[in-house]
């Protein structure tokens, strides 16, 4: 995004608590610099902002959420602040002007019926305050305006890969063969991992992205990216991310994924612009220390969420659907945004009478159940799988089955009543068949604290929850 004119923005949402003015601050930083914002800046803007939200929760604290957002263009940055409570904050708001750094600009207006929109803003001109600030702060600066390239990592780059990840993640990150040159380059020469680097004017890696694929599959994971702090707001992961698809199509793939995180929406934002939308959420599937260590977790204290993007690389695709009557409005919209032609099938019932199943608990506590097919038995297969993932620890299951199995609404109509919900849709991740998942999450998750960027996302977000809603109030 840099310094161009997007009206895209970063968003966070916090309780209207004093304690949240830190991760605040984190986050209008972090934010400020991924979109282009020299350091310096970043850092005044971010200070600003946090001592708005001190002094709007020193008024009075509430328990309803407000929304942080983060946005830069034609050399400015701005930070809103929406507020819900027009009689609460109208004698604060008025004096914010008075007790705020002078150089800070401030601004503020009613909002709807019952709201306020409060405005931090500053101006910056990189070079000039390059010149002005020959110190600490310029030698981020100096690091992020030197010639970058794309390129293809060799063997001996696998420390330096491994280094990266170390730097943002910590000894958190999922893929641990990152942190393994041995294990990571096997998997390279093996075709198991696509990867591509970005390199500094030294020839340094500064950024990671990859293709996983298994062996034979028709699709592949988008994944394992990474850049480093100093070299964020350059369209780095955009740009490698292009890399890739160009290799994905020589490869002859079907389609690219990605599991984007939902403690920021800086992967997602790359994933939109990839023309990737959201195809199912995944809530609970990493433990809660699942996350960048560099960057405020708005999602801490519960198990962490990741998006499913998807993008088929042919056109003119389509499919055949057996929808259960409760999802079909959000099955054939998601099949719309990824250019897929469906086609309705009527409710059938089982064309078997036994259903074939399989299940898995990762390392991280969370289940599968695969209905392989469906049979008439679906509802006490599915009880004796629920036991077994939950026998081997798992702690959030998903569900998942052919679309075009004629038994999904009895399957669904099962799970429902044992408490699972809609989770999305993942297209040809069975030898080519999309899947429809469902899930289910045994611990305290709320989906009001993932940071989601594209409303459509959002609307998806709000059908699960009324699912999740519905589903237990069957039990």
Request: proline share 5%; with cysteine; glycine share 8%.
């Amino acid at each position: 995004m840099g310094k161009s004119n997007s009206d895209h923005f970063a968003e966070l949402r916090l309780s209207m608590e004093a304690e949240g003015g830190e991760l605040l601050r984190a986050f209008v930083r972090e934010a400020s610099l991924v979109e282009g914002v020299p350091p310096m800046t970043a850092s005044l803007i971010s200070a600003d902002a946090a001592q708005t939200w001190q002094i709007l929760c020193g008024s009075r604290t509430t328990a309803e959420r407000a929304a942080i957002l983060l946005s830069s263009s034609k050399g400015e940055v701005r930070a809103r602040i929406l507020l819900n409570g027009h009689s609460r904050f109208s004698a604060v708001v008025g004096s914010l002007s008075a007790q705020v750094r002078r150089d800070a600009g401030l601004s503020y207006r009613e909002r709807g019926v019952d709201g306020w929109e409060i405005t931090i803003h500053r101006g910056f001109e990189p070079s000039r305050e390059a010149a002005e600030h020959n110190e600490e702060p310029i030698a981020e600066a100096a690091e992020t305006t030197e010639t970058v390239r794309i390129d293809v990592p060799q063997q001996s780059d696998s420390a330096a890969i491994a280094r990266c990840f170390l730097a943002v993640y910590g000894h958190n990150y999922v893929h641990r063969e990152v942190f393994s040159p041995h294990r990571y380059w096997r998997k390279v020469e093996s075709g198991e991992l696509i990867p591509v680097v970005t390199r500094d004017a030294r020839g340094e890696v500064v950024g990671h992205v990859a293709l996983e694929r298994e062996p034979g599959a028709t699709i592949a994971e988008r994944g394992e990216a990474v850049v480093l702090p100093s070299y964020r707001g350059r369209h780095l992961l955009e740009r490698m991310t292009e890399r890739l698809t160009d290799e994905a199509t020589k490869l002859g793939l079907v389609g690219i994924y990605a599991e984007p995180v939902t403690t920021h929406t800086f992967s997602q934002r790359n994933d939109e612009r990839a023309g990737m939308p959201t195809c199912a959420i995944l809530l609970g599937a990493a433990p809660e220390t699942a996350h960048s260590k560099d960057l405020p977790v708005p999602t801490a204290g519960q198990r962490q969420s990741f998006l499913l993007t998807f993008r088929f690389l042919e056109a003119g695709r389509a499919c055949e659907i057996v929808a259960p009557p409760a999802y079909r409005d959000v099955m054939t919209t998601t099949y719309g945004r990824l250019g897929v032609g469906v086609s309705l099938h009527e409710s059938g019932t089982p064309t078997e009478t036994r259903s074939m199943t399989s299940v898995m608990v990762n390392p991280w506590g969370y289940g599968r159940i695969r209905f392989e097919m469906i049979g008439s038995n679906a509802s006490i297969e599915l009880s004796q799988a629920v036991s077994d993932v939950s026998g081997l620890g798992a702690r959030a299951v998903q569900l998942s089955a052919h679309v075009d199995d004629p038994g999904l609404p009895l399957l669904v109509e099962s799970a429902r009543r044992q408490g699972f919900f809609y989770c999305g849709l993942a297209p040809a991740f069975s030898e080519g068949r999309d899947l429809l998942l469902m899930q289910h999450v045994s611990e305290p998750l709320d989906i009001n604290e993932l940071q989601l960027f594209t409303e459509q996302t959002k609307e998806l977000a709000a059908f699960i929850e009324r699912d999740r809603q519905s589903a237990q109030s069957q039990r």
